[in-house]
């Protein structure tokens, strides 16, 4: 299996940062892209950050400037950099990675469980 575990959630006043982690661990032969993803209440999930395993990065348009994904390969981890935080950045964010598994040499997509992200006005 492989297993993703995100931290770094939390409350933080408008204007504020937070940095999300997000770790990679299992049956792992190599990690492709890498990504997070946000659900805010009676919304659906939207992409906010991704990444490939050679760097190449791709925002959405509303945290274009604030936010910056990166990784770090040799430790199958994604980091999320969040500045300049707004209200409308409230919502629970997910990490996605897509895994080739050492077991099976196959590539599948995993999720994390998700971290809530509370920005106040």
């Known amino acids: 299996q492989v297993q993703l575990v995100e931290s770094g959630g939390g409350l933080v006043r408008a204007g504020g940062s937070l940095r999300l982690s997000c770790l990679v661990s299992?049956?792992?032969?190599?990690?492709?892209?890498m990504g997070w993803y946000r659900q805010a209440p009676g919304k659906q999930r939207e992409t906010v950050a991704v990444i490939t395993r050679g760097g190449v990065t791709n925002y959405a348009d509303s945290v274009k400037g604030r936010f910056t994904i990166s990784r770090d390969n040799a430790k199958n981890t994604v980091l999320l950099q969040m500045n300049s935080l707004k209200p409308e950045d409230t919502a629970v964010y997910y990490c996605?990675?897509?895994?080739?598994?050492?077991?099976?040499?196959?590539?599948?997509?995993?999720w994390g469980q998700g971290t809530q992200v509370t920005v106040s006005s």
């Open positions: 996605n990675a897509a895994v080739i598994r050492s077991d099976l040499y196959t590539q599948y997509t995993y």
């Open positions: 299992g049956r792992i032969f190599r990690i492709n892209d």
